[in-house]
């Protein structure tokens, strides 16, 4: 399958601070990625598609303005948790869809995120 | 609105012993059905799909029928391993055209030798 890479694998900052959280595809082109969040114990819930190229379009109830997406190549796909509160702490997930083999949603190895 | 329901867990069974995960869906729509594992430390990774009524995903001993009149994409194995030890996710995609993938909430699946 295709492999997708996430960066960093755990993170810990200050309240108030702002996180980057990267997600690379490495062996193929991906115009669209997702973001997903985890709670403990919970499902993955789809926080906004990255499209190359374009403004990502978020789901309901996320904060566009607090979570700042940026795919502004075909690889590469960034997360930005500006001004990060202790409620901002959990699991992201991101996903690349391959087009052109698989059709289908391949998932990065997640990255924590721990607010202090 | 369109969700999924699974299992509730922790599961835990002996190796050799028969698997079965529940998942029904609610979806408007004909939707795509799917089964991702997640193992320890990794990203999911899809071990099935199946994407019309009556259809069988397999893949490494797994299997799923697609029931639609019992909107139910249960996951069953034979013979368990301790490998298989992970987190199983359910979910659902609408439309082969859409992207988007609603899952459910996760099963984690402990198998003791």
């Known amino acids: 399958g295709a492999v997708v890479s996430q960066h960093p694998s755990r993170v810990i900052c200050k309240s108030g601070t702002s996180v980057k959280i990267e997600c690379r595809s490495l062996?193929?082109?991906?115009?669209?990625m997702f973001w997903y969040r985890q709670f403990p114990k919970q499902s993955l819930m789809l926080m906004a598609t990255s499209n190359e190229g374009s403004k990502a379009t978020y789901e309901q109830g996320v904060e566009k303005d607090k979570f700042l997406i940026n795919h502004a190549s075909l690889t590469l796909s960034t997360l930005t948790v500006t001004s990060a509160h202790p409620e901002d702490s959990s699991f992201y997930i991101c996903?690349?869809?391959?087009?052109?083999?698989?059709?289908?949603?391949?998932f990065g190895p997640g990255t924590r995120l721990t607010v202090l | 609105g369109n969700s999924v329901t699974q299992m509730e867990g922790p599961v835990t069974l002996s190796e050799e012993a028969f698997l079965t995960i529940n998942c029904t869906y609610t979806?408007?729509?004909?939707?795509?059905l799917f089964w991702y594992v997640q193992y320890p430390g990794e990203g999911l990774q899809l071990l099935l799909k199946?994407?019309?009524?009556?259809d069988k995903g397999s893949n490494k001993g797994f299997e799923a029928t697609y029931r639609k009149e019992t909107t139910s994409f249960h996951l069953e194995k034979g013979s368990v391993q301790v490998s298989d030890s992970a987190v199983y996710f359910c979910?659902?995609?609408?439309?082969?055209?859409?992207?988007?993938?609603?899952f459910g909430q996760g099963t984690r699946l402990t198998i003791n030798p």
């Open positions: 996903s690349a869809r391959e087009v052109t083999v698989y059709n289908e949603q391949f």
């Open positions: 199946a994407t019309k009524a009556d």
């Open positions: 979806a408007t729509g004909y939707p795509s």
């Open positions: 062996d193929f082109q991906a115009t669209t």
């Open positions: 979910a659902l995609r609408l439309g082969q055209g859409a992207q988007k993938l609603v």
